[in-house]
Structures are given as structure tokens and as C-alpha cells.
């Protein structure tokens, strides 16, 4: 540690704070007010005063004094999330002890030790996250460890980064996107699995909005262009439910706002229809204020469906059972006269309070008598994450993530045991999956299930409302393959570890059939130099190497050549053709986009970087064809050319997370003359002579080549993909526009 150290010399209590500050104190004041019971202003203001000074001179990117960041971050713990006094101060604090002179004892002099642990475990995780080594699955880790340790950290963690997500528009574009992609891979599931379900919504649509610029403006207009007439349907829809609300004495409150817009994205790629197409962009809420109690909520219930027809399918019980991150609602879908399906939600105001704040709602209802029990979800998920982080394994973390991940996002199903035990489970589990939460030696021998007392095979996927019974047998049945049809992590880590040790005996065999050899040809060799050959020989490791040989799929004596070659020589006498003949063998999959694009090369100048990209080499990626107009970055390759990907393209994902020094800012310069690849998806009515029309409008009155067109039709329906050249990306909004005109055409859009 440095030893010239300034040491803490603030007068906390007697520093007197210009007007203007002032001003910044008495708004935070006033929301710790609103917000919560008796809030400690004398903490708040000490740590205001705090931030302020020590962080004196300093600004953020946008230029801003940077005390307005904690600041805000601060506001948000207030307003948004709703914590206590203690977590504001810290949320002030929270970037002092890693950012100036404070120190953690200083904090702890001035605020006592709970504000000190709170800094102490902020600071950890932005270590961690600073770190650059660091895997992003550590950081998972970590994360769930503080979690554990004090769930306001995370807390404020999640605040922070919401406000550096409001204000990423500051941060060059590189930076933009590398923080987008750990914000909608980390973050998001994590707010999504606390129920913190608006700063979730929010993180994603600032994430969406920085990775996708275009593809979010796009939605937002057309929501905005329909914001009327939503609001028109929804006060007609309502109003016989309203009137019976009233007469009959409720306080109730009705919302009905959009979903957010990455949510509407998501389902438009997933159906692949556009935007028109995605019929419940919102659903309508009906809050009960007090006193009213759950037995409300189907009264409530009941007023709907003697307007309305309900869809029994789409029925949802998330009150009686409530949500893993402790949702509870009545959800019903129900059919207008004219056809028209409207989702409809219902619920107390304090299940709304759970519902948009989760973990924070949770955290500040803890102590109420009232509540015990109903939150008992979340209860179970931090179980689950301390019984994970008790038996960690060094090489897990990896897989560990996306068992999480897989956890968080997803839906769950309800079944019993024959006990009629209630158990929850991700959807698309199996009885494989049900055997190994009930207990991993059932599911180890496990040999077959009965659901609703039938027999069915171990894979089957399990429906909400199945009774399962596992059927066990004497010893181990666990089969490697089962990996493939489990979902919980419980059943894949089990699974997993079991490969791990059958792959251990094959590479053993491995390793003595290479012994054998290595005593007849009398070699001497340390395991480093095995090592320093398996590397040559492209093997991850010497145990990847020894299973390969046990396993068949390379020949010993391919090693036993490549060894004696560095024996004599102290180098690699046949590398080439070793290398040569082993690319044959290998059936690795190769995710390197300098593989899998083998991009056309461009010309002439139409990017540039820095104003200037004379001396450098550089080509489009296949994988997402940009073309000019559309939002790029430059990807520098192995063989030092650049390569162009469009900032939503998946490659880049993965390379942004890899080989984050990899990538750098370019943009279109403003002439090009070079052609580029579109795609266009076609969907319309069949007629006669319309690919005609269609090849007509392309390729004449809009000069425009094109590569292929594909169409399928079926019972009068039409579907096809035009591939073409473009110059940029109006020219190809231009073709879009005019084959939508086409006679027949009812929908044209861009295809990926
Ligand atoms: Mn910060």
C-alpha cells in the first residue's frame, strides 16, 4: 500500500455545503422521507457531505461532477428500489473507498461497522469486476457470495449499474457494448430471478438500446404510434369490469401499460412475425388497495369472466402458488366479442409492491409477523445459491453459470410426489430431473417413472399438475447420456461429474498404453516436456491427449513419433505434417468467426476509424452482412486484418467477452460505391404473375441486382426470401417500402 497516504482529515458535521448542494441533499432527504419510516437524516447527509468532498475535481465522462453519480445511485435506492437510510448512505459511499483516500476504517470511524461491511462488500465486487483475467463466471460467483452474505449489496450494486446504464450514451462504443453484453448476461437474470422486475425491464431496454440502436427505435415508434388507440381499447374493455368494481365498494387502481420493448423484440425473433403480429404487447393490471386480501382477487376474478369469455388454458394460480422469486398474481386470458385475446392480472397492492420491487419488497417485509411464509420462494432460491457455494468446484464456474442462467430465465411447472408433495421445477424437466431433486442416490438409480400412474420413459418432459413416482433400482443406472434430456442444475452437475470420472479411466488407459511404449523406446521425458507436446500437438492438456489415445481416436504412435523427434532434435522435426494429419481426427467445433466468414473483401474506403483505416486490411463478416447505415464495430483478427460485424450480431457477442482488446470503433465514411448482401423475408397472398411483379419492381424500376429469390407457397399463402445487392442500408429500406406495395405483398421486412 501506497505510504504517503493523506490522512482522513473531514469535518463532517461543521463542513457547510454551498447552495447548490444543498439543494442535491434536501431532494435525496425528501424521497428517504416519503419512502420510508423515520430515516436517519443525519447518516444521509454525513455520508452526502462525504461523497461530495472526497470526490472534489473529479468528473465523469458526460462532464459532469462525478459526486452526481453516487448521488443518483443513492436516488434510485430510495425512490426505485425502496431501502433504508443505511442503504442510501452506502449507496452515497459506494465508489469512495475504491476511487480517493478513504479508507474502509475511516468509514467505519464515521458510520459504524454495518455501512463499513456494505462498502467493504461494493468494493470486492467492482474489484472483481475490474479485474481483467477475471472469468465473467467467477464474477457470477462472487456476486452470489455477497448475495448471501448481505442482499443490499447486490442491491445497490444493481442501482449502480442502472444508472450507468442511463447514462452509457457518454462511453465511447467499444466500452458501450462490453458493458451491455455483462449487463443483459449478468445483471438482467439476476434482477429477473430477485423479481426485481423493473429494473430488469429497464436494464434489457438500455442494453437493447445500446447494442441495437436501430432495432429499438423502431419498436418504441410503433409503440408510441399506437400508444392512442391501446389506451381507447383498454377503457372500453374495461368499463362493465369497472362499474362493478365500483358498485361493489372496491379501491382498486387499473394499469395497463405496454411491455417493455427487448421483451416485444425477443418475441418478435422468436415467432418470427413482425411487429403487427404480436398481439399482446401489454396487459391490463388490477391492483387492490387495502383492506383487501387475496379472497378479493377472485371476486375480482369472477367480475371478469361475467363479461368476458376466459381461455381455461391460459389460466394462472401464481396466489395459491406462488413464484420461486416470489410473484404472486391471478393472470387470465379472456376473448372479447370481437375476438380480440387480452391478458388481465390481478392482484393486492402488496403483491404488486413484490411483483415490480421483488428482493427489495421481500428484504423490507421480512420482519412483518403478517408475512411469514409468503415470500418463502426467495427464501428457497438463497438456500439454494449457499448449498452451491458450500461445495464449489475450482473448474465449474463455467458451467455452473449456465446451469444459473438456465435456472433464472426459466418458467417452472408444478408437480407431486405420491406423497402429494408439491415440488417446483423448471420447465422441461424429466423425471431424471425430479429423481435428482428429491434426493441424487434416487436419481443414480433411477431405472423408470411412473407419471399419473403410468409408465413412462425417464426422458418424457413433465407437465405442471403430473404425479411422479421414480422407480429405483439396487445399484447405480446412471447413464452419461442423460445429459441431454435434464434442466435443474442439481441433475446436470451429478450427471456431469459421473462423465468426468468415466472419462478419467478412458485417459488412464491412455496413459498406459503411451507407458508401455515410452518403457520399450527407453524415453525420458518430464511431464512438463509431455506437456510442451500435447500443446504442440494441440491438445488442450496432457489428460485431453491420454483420452484421445485411450479412446482410439488418435494413434499412440503418433505421439511416440512426435516425442522422438523432440528428443534428438529439441524441436519438431514433423510438425507440419503431424499438425496435417491430426486436423483430420479432430472434430472440435471451431467458433472463430475467421472460419466461419469468409467475408467479401472490400475496395474501396467506406469506413473509417478514427477518421482514418488507409493502412488496414479489412473485410464484412458473413455471419450478419452489415451494410452502410447499419451500426458496426471492426473485430481485429489473428492475421491482423479487420474485421466488419453489426453490433447485434451473436459472433460478436462472443467475441466482445473473449477478446474485449480486440475490438474497436469504426464508422461508415460518408461515399462508398460498393455493393453489399440484404435479405428480405416476403409473406403474402399467392397469385398468378406475382414473382414476376416481384422480380419486375427489383430488378427494373429499382435497378437493383439480385442474387436469388426462394418462395414457398401453401393453400394460398406465400412466403419467400429475395437476397440482393445494396448499397446501403436505405437503399435497402427503399426496396423493402416498394414490394410492400405490391398487389398481394402484406408483409416486407429485413432478414437477418
Ligand atoms: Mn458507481
Redesign the pocket.
Known sequence: MSQTKVTYNYNLDEYELAEVQQGDLAKLLELCRKNMKDPDEKLVERAFKLTYLSHDGITRASGEPYYL??LA?AEIIAEEIGMDDVSVAAALL??TVEDTDITLKDIEQEFGPVVMQLIDGLTKISGVFKSKNVKQAETFMKLLMYMAEDLRVVLIKFA?RLH?MRTIHHLPRKKQLSIATETIELYAPFAHRFGLYKIKSELEDLCFKATDPTGYKFIARKLRDKKESREEFIDVFMEPIREQLERSGFNFEIKGRPKHIYSIYKKMMRQQKPFEEIYDLFAIRIILDEPHTKEDCWRVYSFITDSYTPIPERFRDFVSVPKANGYRSLHTTVITNRGRKVEVQIRTRHMDEIAEKGLAAHWKYKEGAEQQGKEAGLDKFVDWVREVLDNPRPDAATEFVEDFQLNLYSREIYVFTPNGELRTLPQGSTPIDFAFDIHSEIGERAIAAKVNGKMVPLRNKLSSGDQVEIITGKVSNLNPDWINDVVTHKARSRIRQYIRQEERKVSDDGREMWEKKAERYNFELSDQDLAKIANKLEFPSIQAMFFAIGSDSYDVNRLVKAVRSFLSKGRFEGEEEEKAAQKDDKKTEVYDDRIIGDAQTANKQMLTMDGNLDNIKYSFSKCCNPIPGDDVVGYISRNGGLKIHRTNCNNLKHLIKTEPEYIVDVSWSKKSGNQFIGAIKIIGEDRVGLINDISNMISTTLKTNMKSINVSSDTGAFEGTIILYVDDLKHLENVIKRVMKIDGIKQAYRYE
Open positions: 453519480h453516487p445511485v459506494h465508489d449502480d450507468n
